[in-house]
Antibody, heavy 122, light 109 residues
Framework: QVQLQESGPGLVKPSQTLSLTCTVS??????????WSWIRQPAGKGLEWIGR???????NYNPSLKSRVTISVDTSKNQFSLKLSSVTAADTAVYYC??????????????WGQGTLVTVSS | EIVLTQSPATLSLSPGERATLSCRAS??????LAWYQQKPGQAPRLLIY???NRATGIPARFSGSGSGTDFTLTISSLEPEDFAVYYC???????????FGPGTKVDIK
């Protein structure tokens, strides 16, 4: 059973960089054809896809966030990470890491982390 | 960019009733549509993928249908644990990624 767990600071100051890590257990991040993704959800609002990294290391980002986002992978630690620069209060949200499956067809998210709340405030 | 709309925004029903949720895409997404359930304080859970396939462990009362631009999630008889928010999601070839609909809240009447 694959499990994902987010970790990182729960409070980030405006203009700084938000950094989160997702640790994958129960399977190798390098095996299979999956995207490893980040999704966020402001309180009381819907889901926003941030971006993904493939097992090959290639990335895709939400165009609305692309200039501020970097997703990377560390296969030796079975982890992938999110960096979001120049944050504002609008970036306050619960951040989820997730696994996308069926990457060539009906892509869906079959595993999610529990989510971590990141608040942007001075 | 493909936009998903969901209707209604809120659906007020009683346990045992049938729930019909709609998701419409601004252009065809073939059958590449998924549905998720989210309860307060929890991560979303995959219910349906590829428009009509139930995910592992999902009860048979959940069913999905549709193709192209119009999709439906049906809960045949609502159980108390089904009151939640439901999201549809599609994959995009360009720009590459996924997008979610705004959600439908199913609450107790």
């Amino acid at each position: 059973q694959v499990q994902l767990q987010e970790s990182g600071p729960g409070l980030v100051k405006p203009s700084q960089t938000l950094s989160l890590t997702c640790t994958v257990s129960g399977g190798s991040i390098s095996s299979g054809s999956y995207y490893w993704s980040w999704i966020r959800q402001p309180a009381g609002k819907g889901l926003e896809w941030i971006g993904r990294i493939y097992t090959s290391g290639s990335t895709n980002y939400n165009p609305s966030l692309k200039s501020r986002v970097t997703i990377s992978v560390d296969t030796s630690k079975n982890q992938f990470s999110l960096k979001l620069s120049s944050v504002t209060a609008a970036d306050t949200a619960v951040y989820y890491c997730a696994r996308e499956t069926n990457v060539d067809t009906a892509t869906s998210i079959d595993y999610w982390g529990q989510g971590t709340l990141v608040t942007v405030s001075s | 960019e493909i936009v998903l709309t969901q209707s209604p925004a809120t659906l007020s029903l009683s346990p045992g009733e049938r729930a019909t949720l709609s998701c419409r895409a601004s252009q065809s997404v073939s059958s590449y549509l998924a549905w998720y359930q989210q309860k307060p304080g929890q991560a979303p859970r995959l219910l349906i993928y590829d428009a009509s396939n139930r995910a592992t462990g999902i009860p048979a009362r959940f069913s999905g249908s549709g193709s192209g631009t119009d999709f439906t999630l049906t809960i045949s008889s609502l159980e108390p644990e089904d009151f939640a928010v439901y999201y549809c999601q599609q994959r995009s070839n360009w720009p590459p990624g996924i997008t979610f609909g705004p959600g439908t809240k199913v609450d107790i009447k």
